[in-house]
C-alpha cells in the first residue's frame, strides 16, 4: 500500500516532467533560446528522477519535515492538469514569446521546488539537507535565470 508520502510525490514527479515536457517545447519553438529552454528541461527531469530515485531513501531515514504533509496532493493534480492542458494548447498553437517565457516563469516561483527551498532552509538536520539541496539544485535557480532571460529579451 501506498502512503501519504509516495502519493505525494507521484504527483510531484508528474508535475516536474510536466515542467520538463513545457521547456522542450520551448526549447524547440523559441531557437534562439533553444540551449537555455533544454538545459532546464534536462534539469527538471533530473529532478523527477531524484524524486523516484530518492522517495525510498528519504522515508527509511525519515527526512521528510512534516510540513511537506501541508501540501495537498489535490492541489498537485490540479497543477498537473492545467500544465497539460497547456502544453496541449501549446501544440495546437504555439503560444507567443512573452507569454511563454512568462508562464514559465509562474511555473518556477509556484512550483514544488520553491516550497523544497524553503523547507531546506528551515530543516536543522545536515543529511536531510543536502538531499533537498541535491534536489532543488540551489546552484540552478530556475526562477531567476528565467527572469534574467525576460530582462534580457527584446519581446515584439
Not at 103 to 119: D, G, I, K, P, R
Not at 122 to 141: H, I, P, T
Request: a negative charge.
Amino acid at each position: 500500500m501506498e502512503n501519504q508520502y509516495t502519493l505525494l510525490f507521484n504527483e510531484a514527479i508528474r508535475v516536474e516532467r510536466n515542467i520538463a515536457s513545457f521547456y522542450t517545447l520551448c526549447a524547440g519553438h523559441f531557437k534562439e533560446d533553444q540551449v537555455f529552454w533544454q538545459t532546464l528541461s534536462e534539469e527538471e527531469e533530473h529532478h523527477a528522477t531524484i524524486l523516484e530515485s530518492g522517495l525510498e531513501l528519504l522515508l527509511e531515514e525519515n527526512l521528510f519535515p512534516d510540513a511537506i504533509l501541508d501540501l495537498d496532493r489535490k492541489d498537485l493534480k490540479v497543477t498537473n492538469n492545467k500544465l497539460e492542458e497547456k502544453i496541449a494548447q501549446f501544440h495546437e498553437k504555439a503560444l507567443n514569446k512573452k507569454d511563454a517565457y512568462t508562464y514559465a516563469l509562474e511555473l518556477e516561483q509556484a512550483s514544488l521546488e520553491f516550497f523544497f527551498q524553503q523547507t531546506a532552509s528551515k530543516r536543522a538536520d545536515e543529511k536531510a539537507l543536502k538531499v533537498f539541496d541535491n534536489l532543488v539544485g540551489f546552484d540552478k535557480d530556475h526562477a531567476q535565470r528565467i527572469q534574467d532571460l525576460i530582462n534580457n529579451t527584446k519581446f515584439d
